[in-house]
């Protein structure tokens, strides 16, 4: 175990709501201290939320400064969430498996299909709903193909899961022992797939983010750092729709 490690868990943290103003506009945010933190830092999640992360003892004002700062990052970044709602149309691009397909609409078909690198729909107007039926139906195949693939690489009995359609969660482990994968993960690369799915497989061994259960993700997924960085990066992309 790294010193960095022991470090980190000796950490004071603390997670507040607090309002952010932009100009005028109330953004609500989350707020996290940490006595290990030596900077701010403010991002985005796939949510729209907007989180901080600041040192434990600065003055809740310097947060202030810091966004009048970055004003126009913010705006821009809050910006894309919102782009989820727009309208669907044909030739849009859509993340499927690290890969993107083109949304095409095709006359004479009953419901969403692939045909090459094309996801037709028969009627564009009902893209939002049929497109997102099409990503259940392939989160169903192609996730549970990862889970029995991984339990059968590392020998470990396959658990009961399910998909779920939570709004901020890549996966849980319920106390019943049912692993929960959101459906969107099928928009992601096989390495962020492989990466929550043994994130959860190592809850089994370890119900909590310790050290000692970031050896056994470590053990299971040995990219999971990269990984695990891509799927923040991407998470904004996935969660449009
Ligand atoms: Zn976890």
Known sequence: MGFARLKRCA???T??????????????????RSSARRTLAMRVDACGRVVVNMPLTMPVDRMGEFVHLHRDWLRRQLNQVCRAEEPWRPGMLLPFLGDRLRLAEARGIERAQLHADCLQVPDIA???????????????RQLAARLQA???RHGLPLPRWRLSDARSRWGSLSVQGVVSLNWRLVKASMAEIDYVVCHELAHFRQRNHSPAFWREVGALCPAHEVA???L???GRLYFQF
Do not use: F, T
């Open 15 to 32: 997670e507040e709501r607090a309002d952010l103003d932009l100009d005028g506009l109330r953004v609500p945010c989350l707020l996290r």
């Open 228 to 230: 695990r960085r891509l």
């Open 11 to 13: 950490a004071i943290r």
């Open 150 to 152: 991984l339990c059968q």
């Open 232 to 234: 923040r990066q991407n």
């Open 126 to 140: 009902q893209a939002r709903e049929s497109v997102p039926a099409w990503y259940l139906g392939e989160a169903r």
